[in-house]
């Protein structure tokens, strides 16, 4: 920013000719105006020059129903930090774990439709429609959605010493021995949960879960060839992979991924498979359309961000920044295509 500065000199001669009382006056409607320069050169900075303040310029929260740590969680702190920047007030995120977010999602819902109180959820919201009998809010009426922010596709993977090394001879070795193979479950209800659910549905095999209290002990007993495999995302998964102690027999994206190479989608087998998680802001229902909006641009401009898109390709994530109404539809259709899936499983909350 340029300096302004307004020196005054008795020695020097006063080009105008005007009285001292009347050069004074000048002087200060000089400071006045570089004052007022200043003010504008600094107007980018400020909250009004962002746009819609949102709850009038209050600290905004945004609940995430996940540990500290987390995929939901960094994520999370990734973006209020970047629409700290675009709304030019704060905005925090606190973690609510339990319940499969559920904790989390029943805050929001019943918090005021100002923008103040923000959700970061994932696949969890639209899969425990179906998995729950009952929930305290509607996962589609109760909520506002904001945007879609990214998604992480997984992938299936195995002990080294299974005989099977991609998709294909995997099918035909479920299938030759029933009941003989099978799945480490991190979290029953799960997006990676029900991707294996979803994998056995589409291909008529009979894998047996074996449930574990979090993804970290399910993944060490497939390292220990305790399990045969596992749905895992791509970030918990890469070092191992590297190093030789798991085996990919497929990812659950449309196409391959960079970091896996010679992996192919699990969709090039079985027609139709597609299973990524995905991660969303929401605030409550009713919040009006121009606080949805600047909520949303602040957002999107944030996953725009160079940086912020190279750290997310890096771990796997695909940034989105899908507009509201989108997002609303595609919540829809999830709760539909997970329900089938939920219902196929049997699986009850813990």
């Known amino acids: ?42 107007l980018p900075l400020s909250a009004g020059a962002q746009g819609t303040q949102i709850a009038g310029g209050k600290p905004i929260r945004i609940l995430v129903g996940a540990p500290a740590g987390g995929t939901t969680d960094t994520l999370a702190r990734t973006i209020a930090q970047e629409m700290t920047q675009e709304l030019g007030q704060p905005v925090v995120v606190e973690n609510r774990p339990g319940a499969g977010g559920n904790i989390a999602a029943d805050l929001v819902a019943k918090s005021a439709p100002d923008g103040s109180t923000l959700l970061m959820s994932f696949t969890s919201h639209t899969i425990n429609a179906t ?30 010493r299974l005989a099977a090394s991609n998709v294909p001879e995997l099918i035909r070795l479920a299938r030759s021995q029933p009941g003989k193979l099978n799945f480490a479950i991190g979290s029953v209800g799960s997006s990676l949960h029900m991707a294996g659910d979803m994998f056995k549905m589409m291909t008529g095999t009979y894998i047996v879960n074996i449930p574990y209290k979090g993804t970290s002990p399910a993944l060490t007993d497939v390292l220990a060839g305790q399990c045969d495999l596992m749905f895992a995302s791509t970030i918990n998964v890469l070092p191992h992979v590297r190093a030789g102690k798991l085996k990919v027999l497929g990812v659950t994206s449309p196409a391959p991924l960079p970091q896996f190479p010679g ?26 359309a121009e606080v949805t909006q600047a909520l949303y641009q602040a957002a999107r401009k944030g996953l725009e961000t160079p940086a912020v ?13 899908m507009p509201p109404e989108a997002f609303g539809a595609f919540v829809k259709q999830d709760v539909k295509r997970w329900a089938a899936v939920v219902k196929y499983s049997g699986a009850s909350p813990e």
Do not use: H
């Not at 000199?9 to 200043?38: E, Q």
């Open 309 to 321: 898109r190279k750290r997310l390709e890096n771990d796997g994530a695909q940034p989105i920044g």
């Open 131 to 160: 998995l729950y009998k009952k929930l305290p809010f509607d996962p589609v009426q109760d909520f506002t959605p904001v945007t879609l922010v990214a998604t992480v596709p997984s992938v299936l993977v195995a002990t080294p």
């Open 1 to 42: 920013m340029p300096v302004f500065r307004l020196v005054l000199s008795n020695s020097t001669p006063d080009p105008t000719g005007l009285s001292s009382s009347r050069r004074r006056a000048a002087v200060r409607r000089l400071a006045g105006m570089a004052g007022a320069a200043l003010c504008a050169l600094a």
């Open 263 to 288: 992996a192919a989608p699990i969709g090039a087998t079985v027609k139709g498979f597609e299973s990524s998680a995905w991660f969303g802001l929401f605030g409550p229902a009713g919040m009006p």
